[in-house]
T-cell receptor, first 111, second 116 residues
Framework: DGGITQSPKYLFRKEGQNVTLSCEQN?????MYWYRQDPGQGLRLIYY???????QKGDIAEGYSVSREKKESFPLTVTSAQKNPTAFYLC??????????FGPGTRLTVL | GEDVEQSLFLSVREGDSSVINCTYTDSSSTYLYWYKQEPGAGLQLLTY?????DMKQDQRLTVLLNKKDKHLSLRIADTQTGDSAIYFCAETPRLNYGGATNKLIFGTGTLLAVQP
């Protein structure tokens, strides 16, 4: 059963903590993406990776970090430097057609 | 610059047709997409159209593209209560040298409310 999984579904963070959101895909896609969604807004690109061991900043990378050690996995760390981290985080991947397919999302809340 | 605009809200009765509109600014866009998002869920790809096409039909969905006016629309025939969701339009702009990017520019989404 191919697809994109994200975990956890809900995540709570205290002020000053780093947290890592997981994204895994078994679609054999080369490219993976992280987006942030705020209420009433479209999606904004945080980071993307077109190939293993390589990634680029998106439009709102400050306060976030990523790694791409395996093709299947693209974890996102929300650091304490991110001033307003409460949001819905969506991971996506794309293959040869460049069409992006999305995971179910992780809702992060800062307490 | 790159910008995608959508109206915020559309209300229709069950069984009627829905038309969700989108305007974009990058005339060199390669693909244009429609995604559906149900409450608390990720985005589901509904359909897409290549920029050299002007229409695409897929069961109850019809996409119309007017490149001259940079206008994209999604028509849902026989709208059902299960179609209630937020619908996002997105484009993939071209790079300066003409190559395609895999960066998606999203609109703010249109909330479709279907009344029984």
């Amino acid at each position: 059963d191919g697809g994109i999984t994200q975990s956890p579904k809900y995540l709570f963070r205290k002020e000053g903590q780093n947290v890592t959101l997981s994204c895994e895909q078994n679609l054999n896609h080369d490219a993976m993406y992280w987006y942030r969604q705020d209420p009433g807004q479209g999606l904004r690109l945080i980071y993307y990776s077109q190939i293993v061991n390589d990634f680029q900043k998106g439009d709102i990378a400050e306060g976030y970090s990523v790694s791409r050690e395996k093709k299947e996995s693209f974890p996102l760390t929300v650091t304490s430097a991110q001033k307003n981290p409460t949001a819905f985080y969506l991971c996506a991947s794309s293959g040869d057609t460049d069409t992006q397919y999305f995971g179910p999302g992780t809702r992060l809340t800062v307490l | 610059g790159e910008d995608v605009e959508q109206s915020l809200f559309l209300s229709v009765r069950e069984g009627d047709s829905s038309v969700i509109n989108c305007t974009y600014t990058d005339s060199s866009s390669t693909y244009l997409y429609w995604y559906k998002q149900e409450p608390g869920a990720g985005l589901q790809l509904l359909t897409y159209i290549f920029s050299n096409m002007d229409m695409k039909q897929d069961q109850r969905l019809t996409v119309l593209l007017n490149k001259k006016d940079k206008h994209l629309s999604l028509r849902i025939a026989d709208t059902q209560t299960g179609d209630s969701a937020i619908y996002f339009c997105a484009e993939t702009p071209r790079l300066n040298y003409g190559g395609a990017t895999n960066k998606l520019i999203f609109g703010t989404g249109t909330l479709l409310a279907v009344q029984p």
